[in-house]
């Protein structure tokens, strides 16, 4: 059975930082591209960061410079790494697990900042 469980997620100031985990089970961890998510309310899930399988990363153009995001094979984890965090950075942040055709979602995190 597969499992990709996140955690990290809270409420923080602006300015703040927050680090999300997501620790997957039941996957060949090393060979799936990872993923970080993220849904605010009214709007369409978007992609925040990725990390292939040969560590290239990919960023939304909205956090470059403040997130990143990294992999550690040996504990099959996935981190997101956020700081300088804005209002508008509040949602639903998702972990994602892909190696064709299998496609794997974690349950999601709440981050708010918010003074």
């Known amino acids: 059975q597969v499992q990709l469980v996140e955690s990290g997620g809270g409420l923080v100031q602006p300015g703040g930082s927050l680090r999300l985990s997501c620790a997957a089970s039941?996957?060949?961890?090393?060979?799936?591209?990872l993923g970080w998510y993220r849904q605010a309310p009214g709007k369409q899930r978007e992609l925040v960061a990725g990390?292939?399988?040969?560590?290239?990363?990919i960023y939304a153009d909205s956090v470059k410079g403040r997130f990143t995001i990294s992999r550690d094979n040996a504990k099959n984890t996935v981190y997101l790494q956020m700081n300088s965090l804005k209002p508008e950075d509040t949602a639903v942040y998702y972990c994602?697990?892909?190696?064709?055709?299998?496609?794997?979602w974690g349950q999601g995190t709440q981050v708010t900042v918010s003074s």
């Open positions: 994602n697990a892909r190696h064709a055709p299998n496609d794997y």
């Open positions: 039941g996957i060949i961890f090393s060979i799936y591209t």
């Open positions: 990390v292939t399988r040969g560590m290239n990363t």
